[in-house]
């Protein structure tokens, strides 16, 4: 018998991740300790109260049927959350749950786009942003971030003509993985310019309670105009430590989250009630425990940035996400053969920039997911390779 899979499964060769676990496991069972900076795991704990608000609905026998919608007053907490946190009032008919952003963005093209669009997405970028308008049928077109424009796109270099065929563009920032934000004057050009041309903006904003050095994470809706064509993933993954719950939401113009809603009503019969709950307490909570993480994690930027500086490796500072972004070092080329040399003779695990797209090739990610004194040692591990010259 010739069985017979999608062609599309051609396009989903086995994961980097995959590749770089198993390439990990060899080495720790020669004996040597690995420092794992390649996946984005937050390590934080999950705060109590967030627990507890689970775990006490998850006593309840009625909380196991099908959720069918968001609980109303989940709709009311990331009301409240959008109006103190980035002054933007939302109306019940422009928020939707999702099982976090990464399935919202797998799905959005499938709401949005007609097979043969043109969806935008970056490059370097987070691969969903591709895979996702892919699954859809679109037509995946990347724009170009390189660090002579600060990571940020250049409109005017778009084809016009392309740009007539185009449903949607994909923007993220902070951006990972190249840890740029962007400034105030990028969004007041962005959302006319797509407008005047009819371009729907998606934007991922998983990262804005991870912003340093004194800068406030926003929302594009923030902006004037944005609710007209502008929809936003929201993610309780980072900022809250929820990531195993999957708990999201999008928010913005009312057309564009209600389509996408619809969609949704006939993939899955809602969000499990116990996790809406724990999302209630995190969203209505304390924001303490989330300014605390971020310095935690600005600390932990510090001793890999400046660290890697120190001893010869110009990594720049990460200004947001969980992440930090650089060029491997000089005297090497291909950025995976490096990173799986760097973890033979150092024990340091991060992730080949290839990995996200064309330019980042020649680049390396590091997650800032152990504790400062870890990272510090990972430093010096990195030193007596001898790989920095």
Not at 156 to 164: I, P, V, Y
Not at 178 to 205: G, T
Not at 217 to 223: A, D, E, N, V
Request: charged residues 25%.
């Amino acid at each position: 018998m010739n069985l017979q899979i999608a062609d599309r499964m051609k396009d989903f060769e086995e994961g980097i991740f995959q590749l770089l676990n198993e390439k990990k496991e060899a080495v720790e069972k020669t004996g040597r300790k690995v420092y794992n900076l390649s996946v984005g795991t937050p390590d934080f704990p999950t705060e109590p109260h967030i627990i507890k608000a689970v775990t006490q609905a998850a006593m309840d026998p009625a909380n196991y049927k099908y959720a069918l919608k968001m609980l109303p007053k989940l709709t009311q907490a990331v009301i409240k959350r959008f109006q103190e946190r980035y002054q933007v009032t939302l109306g019940e008919r422009e928020i939707t749950d999702v099982y976090g952003s990464q399935e919202g963005i797998t799905h959005i093209g499938l709401a949005l786009c007609n097979p043969g669009d043109v969806v935008l997405v970056p490059d370097p970028g987070y691969p969903i942003f591709s895979i996702g308008p892919a699954l859809a049928m679109a037509r995946v077109h990347t724009y170009e971030l390189v660090p002579e424009r600060d990571y940020l796109p250049d409109l005017k270099a778009l084809d016009e003509e392309l740009l007539k065929k185009t449903r949607f563009i994909m923007v993220s920032y902070p951006l990972n993985p190249v840890c740029r934000i962007a400034p105030d004057s990028f969004y007041e050009e962005l959302i006319p310019w797509a407008q005047e041309r009819d371009i729907i903006i998606v934007h991922d904003n998983a990262y804005s309670d991870i912003i340093f050095d004194g800068r406030r994470g926003k929302s594009i809706l923030q902006f004037p105009g944005a609710k007209e064509n502008c929809i936003e993933f929201y993610s309780l993954s980072k900022s809250y430590d929820y990531t195993g719950a999957r708990m999201g939401f999008l928010v913005g113009n009312e057309t564009l989250v209600q389509s996408f809603k619809r969609l949704r009503s006939q993939i899955d019969y809602g969000t499990f009630l116990p996790v809406q709950y724990g999302a209630i307490a995190a969203l209505t909570g304390s924001d303490q425990g989330v300014k605390d993480r971020c310095a935690a994690y600005q600390r932990r930027r510090d001793a890999l940035c400046g660290g890697l500086r120190e001893i010869g490796w110009d990594i720049p500072d990460s200004q947001g996400t969980m992440f930090a972004w650089g060029r491997i070092p000089k005297g090497y080329e291909d950025d995976v053969a490096f990173v799986m040399e760097l973890l033979e003779k150092s024990g340091v695990l991060c992730t080949p920039g290839s990995s996200f797209g064309r330019l980042g090739k020649g680049h390396v990610r590091f997650a800032l997911t152990l504790p400062v004194e870890e990272i510090r040692e990972a430093v010096k591990a990195v030193e007596e390779s001898g790989m920095i010259g």
